[in-house]
């Protein structure tokens, strides 16, 4: 009999909050994702590892799966996307990945930029604070280059590691155990 597959989806690795400082509309704009890339290239003001919010994942994706919401960044529809990877391919910052639906805990940033840096020009970026070290129940999650990054071998997706983050920084894609928005400056 033949090996069934393991469902797939994507993620994006930003949740926003970033970008929209001093003028910069980011994909608003732009054409594109490198073109918005290009235009904040540089400036101190605009988080440079966040979603550009150019669409360039959503013009690839043959389902309607992934668009650039209102928060101006990359959202996927879980329930329409197959991991089939395109817009993966897509983001010039890579920070779209899949996942499988049995890791559905992921840090929302990739900044690598020191805690304070991050602050500046993102609500909800990881500032490498540890708290989600510390209450990670077995050693799943570390800290490299400024943030989390979580082992999905050792993961267990019991999400505390999503409750006790104080920026909301780390996501749950079901929605169960993030932090609740309100909580989080948007």
């Known amino acids: 009999m033949a090996k069934m597959r393991e469902r797939k989806t994507a993620i994006v690795q930003c ?3 970033c970008g929209n400082r001093d003028g910069f509309t980011g994909g608003k704009t732009a054409e ?3 073109q918005a890339a290009e235009k904040c290239r540089g400036d101190k003001a605009v988080c440079q590892w966040g979603c ?8 690839v994706c043959r389902l309607g799966a992934i ?3 209102s928060r101006g960044i990359a959202e996927v529809d879980h329930e329409k ?15 779209i990945r899949l996942t499988t639906w049995e890791y559905p805990i992921y840090p929302a940033c990739v900044s690598e930029d020191e805690g304070s840096g991050t602050r500046e020009v993102c609500g909800t970026g ?5 708290s989600c070290v510390r209450n990670c129940p077995v050693d799943a999650i570390s800290i490299i ?3 989390a990054v979580i082992d999905q071998e050792k993961c267990i997706a019991c999400g505390m ?12 894609m079901n929605g169960i155990f993030t932090v609740r928005e309100e909580k989080v400056k948007i």
């Open 81 to 95: 996307c197959v991991g089939c990877g395109l817009c993966v391919g897509a983001c010039p910052r890579n920070l």
């Open 67 to 69: 668009h650039v919401g």
């Open 161 to 172: 590691c999503a409750v006790k983050c104080p920026r909301g920084a780390i996501r749950d």
């Open 52 to 59: 550009l919010g150019g669409g360039s994942c959503e013009a």
């Open 126 to 130: 990881c500032t490498a604070c540890g």
């Open 145 to 147: 280059r400024h943030h």
């Open 32 to 34: 594109s994702c490198e």
């Open 15 to 17: 949740f926003g909050n």
